[in-house]
């Protein structure tokens, strides 16, 4: 298998890199940065009309979303982290659908106007509201988590906990996860395993 990852470790590449270590895919890594000189180039936009990273090559087939191409990713390569059956395939895609319309918009902007942004910068009517929008979806993650020995699908690490712990990612300097001690075991056992340590050290931060 060939596969070529478009975009900088500090971009959503970053999932597609980690789930490549842990599926143990040899990859090939373009950083290529976001806008004019990188994403917008007219070679870029032959892969990805849309402009963003990342895009991914696998044998010559193009792939956009992180999230999708991880799951692509995990059912081509096979082994623990996919799906054994359509019945854990449908929920790997659910959590993984679920991570982007209930936790990932509001987990970044909670992000950027609590830590990233500079302070004079930061909108706490914004976080305010990201921390309520938040408030439901983590009590159904931390109960399913409690309730189904610490992991979404399979009783066993799949790509649909590296996918929904990549939108939790953006929670990590929160304290927002403080009294979800399932949801943050989980997490941090995540980012503790061998390949998302070295993944996550790509970004330098």
């Not at 059956?85 to 970044?108: F, K």
């Not at 066993?156 to 927002?176: E, G, H, K, M, Q």
């Amino acid at each position: 298998m060939t596969i070529t990852i478009h975009g900088l470790a500090r971009s959503r590449a970053i999932r597609n890199i980690w789930a490549s270590e842990e599926l143990g895919l040899a990859y090939i890594h373009n950083p290529l940065p976001h806008g004019p000189e990188g994403s917008r180039k007219p070679d870029f936009l032959a892969i990805n009309p849309n402009g963003r990273v990342p895009a991914v090559e696998v044998d010559g087939m193009v792939l956009w979303e992180s999230l999708a191409i991880n799951l692509f990713l995990a059912k081509k390569a096979g082994g623990p982290l996919a799906p054994e059956s359509v019945e854990e395939d449908g929920l790997m895609t659910m959590w993984t659908m679920w991570a982007v319309t209930e936790v990932e918009a509001a987990a970044l902007a909670l992000l950027q106007n609590e830590t990233m942004k500079p302070e004079d910068q930061r909108d706490a009517a914004v976080a305010a509201k990201s921390r309520e929008t938040l408030r439901v979806p983590l009590s159904v993650l931390e109960g399913h988590l409690a309730s189904h020995g610490g992991h979404l699908v399979g009783n066993r690490f799949t790509i649909a906990d590296l996918n929904v712990a990549s939108c939790v990612f953006y929670l990590r300097y929160s304290p927002i996860l403080d009294d979800k001690p399932a949801v943050k075991s989980w997490y941090q056992a995540a980012m503790a395993r061998p390949a998302a340590r070295k993944t996550f050290a790509l970004r330098g931060d």
